[in-house]
Structures are given as structure tokens and as C-alpha cells.
């Protein structure tokens, strides 16, 4: 294809990945960390369960099956969460993540898959158009989610389509428990495996007491007992059985507390943005704040 040469000029490959022959500003390290320990918890495959399957239909407001003739990018692939269906439904499919999860992406390989570890507003080199450009819970814990938006439209051909979303704004904003935690984390130098060692020793006793709690008071009170400790608890939730919540709840706990950027946008902000830069939103989903543009 005419992207073969000029993406081996400008990448090494390894381990089946395009990594840059330049080092470039990893600010999403522990995302990395995250993926490699967790690489099967959130794919339909291994957990078997739809979750996923779910996830992207709606996030794709149903039209993943229209990407069968498309040149597709999926932005922030980790380990292959929505990259399982896209793989499937796209004619060529882009993997790009700024860390170390692509190396486990479960799809990398697939014959009409080409993974590259890069910033993805780096792609422009490659002077590539997509048809399609995917992007879920990424854009918040980029440097600028809003000009992202704009880098993405720059990877889009001119009758392609973006789908993305982003995180709405906490309920009490900055006085949110983990936004309260991240500030200990960081005085207190708390490292990825400090936390991931303290959660996997006292996360199954932290759900069991918290549980235990919101039974005796007849009332969720989870929000509360975050400023105790964040624990994130899916069960009644999602349709997974006590070992697979607990891992759930491990992996996003720590997504939730060492995310290096988290700067959520509301429909307003958003929409206002997309307006001054004459970028029409085609369709919307409240309940998950995610667009087609």
C-alpha cells in the first residue's frame, strides 16, 4: 500500500509494532503498566461476556458494520478492547497508543491490522487519510483534549467521520474523592506497583466491607466511602462473577487514580468548541458523552 515505505522510514518494528526511530514524550507510562496486567480483563473473548461488544455499538451509534470498506483508526487501542470487533468489521484497521499496551494487543497481528506505538497526532507523516477514526476514553488524559479533536480532523478525509467521547465533569468537580486522592498520591510518591501491590492485597476485603455497609444503611453509598478509599465496584452492574469484578475494580482504580491528565468537558463545552471551528456534531449520546462529528 502507498503508506508501506514511508512508515518503515520512520519506525522500527518490534514485536510486532511500528515504534518511532525518535523517542517521543510518554506522558501515558503507566497506562502500559495497567494493560500489561490486565490485558484480557476488559476483552469479550476472554471474558466472555458482549460488554464490549455493547460498548462500541453504542459508541459507534450502531454503525460499526458500515466500516467494511474503510480505512479505520482506533486511537488509544490499549490491549484490544473494541480493537476485537473492529478488526472484524474494518477493511484495514490503524491501531495507535502512546505506552506500552499496544505490545499486548490481543490483535495486532490480524492480517488487515497495522499497530504503531506514537502519538497520534504524530500520523500525519505518514500522509494518510482514514475513513473512520475512533477514539473512547482517551481524549481526557491527553495535554489539550480539545485541540486533539482538531489533530483528529487532520487524520480525516473529507467525507470521514470521528467518533469519540470524553469524560463528563464530576458532580463536586475538584472536590471529587479521587481527584483528592491523586493530590496523596502524588505527595506521598506512590508508584504504579505500590498501589497495584496494596490493591490486589485489599481490594476483595475493601469491596466485602463496603458492600456490607450499603446492605445495612439499604443505600448505595459508594460515593462516600471513596473519600475513605476509590475503590470502583461493578457489581449489579456488569454481568461478571466476583473474581472478574474484583479485577475490574483493581484495573480501574488505578486507572482512575494515576492518570497523569484528566480534563472532562460537559455537551456545552464541547458543542461550543465544535461550533467557533465550524465542526458540525451529526450525533450525540448523553448517557456516555460521546459524538459523531
Not at 23 to 41: C, E, H, I, L, P
Not at 127 to 135: E, G, N, Q, W
Not at 147 to 172: A, H, T
Request: overall charge positive; proline content about 3%; hydrophobic content about 35%.
Amino acid at each position: 500500500m502507498q503508506y508501506s515505505t514511508k512508515i518503515k522510514s520512520l519506525y522500527n518494528y518490534i514485536n510486532g509494532v511500528y515504534v518511532p526511530k525518535q523517542k517521543v514524550n510518554n506522558y501515558a507510562r503507566n497506562f502500559g503498566y495497567q494493560w500489561r496486567d490486565f490485558s484480557r480483563t476488559q476483552i469479550d473473548q476472554y471474558n466472555k461476556s458482549r460488554i464490549s461488544k455493547k460498548f462500541i455499538e453504542d459508541i459507534t451509534f450502531h454503525e460499526i458494520k458500515s466500516f467494511k470498506d474503510k480505512l479505520v483508526l482506533e486511537i488509544g487501542c490499549g490491549p484490544g478492547r473494541f480493537s476485537e470487533y473492529l478488526q472484524k468489521y474494518s477493511k484495514k484497521l490503524f491501531l495507535v497508543d502512546l505506552s506500552d499496551a499496544i505490545f499486548y494487543n490481543h490483535y495486532k497481528s490480524k492480517k488487515n491490522v497495522i499497530a504503531v506505538k506514537d502519538n497520534f497526532s504524530n500520523l500525519f507523516k505518514l500522509k494518510i487519510k482514514f475513513d473512520v477514526i475512533v477514539c473512547r476514553g482517551v481524549l481526557q488524559h491527553t495535554p489539550k483534549p480539545l485541540e486533539s479533536i482538531i489533530q483528529m480532523k487532520k487524520l480525516l478525509n473529507k467525507s470521514g467521520r470521528i467518533y469519540f467521547d470524553i469524560y463528563k465533569p464530576p458532580m463536586l468537580g475538584p472536590l471529587n474523592s479521587k481527584y483528592l486522592w491523586r493530590h496523596i498520591i502524588k505527595i506521598f510518591n506512590v508508584s504504579y506497583d505500590n498501589l497495584f501491590n496494596f490493591l490486589s492485597k485489599n481490594c476483595k476485603s475493601f469491596l466485602y466491607y463496603r458492600r456490607k455497609l450499603n446492605n445495612f444503611f439499604n443505600l448505595n453509598l459508594n460515593f462516600l466511602w471513596d473519600y475513605v478509599f476509590p475503590i470502583y465496584d461493578y457489581k449489579g452492574k456488569l454481568p461478571l462473577n466476583n473474581k472478574q469484578l474484583e479485577e475490574w475494580a483493581i484495573m480501574d482504580t488505578l486507572d482512575g487514580l494515576l492518570a497523569k491528565y484528566d480534563k472532562p468537558y460537559d455537551y456545552k463545552a464541547i458543542s461550543n468548541f465544535l461550533k467557533n471551528k465550524s465542526i458540525k456534531i451529526k450525533k450525540f449520546n448523553e448517557k456516555l458523552n460521546c459524538y459523531k462529528i
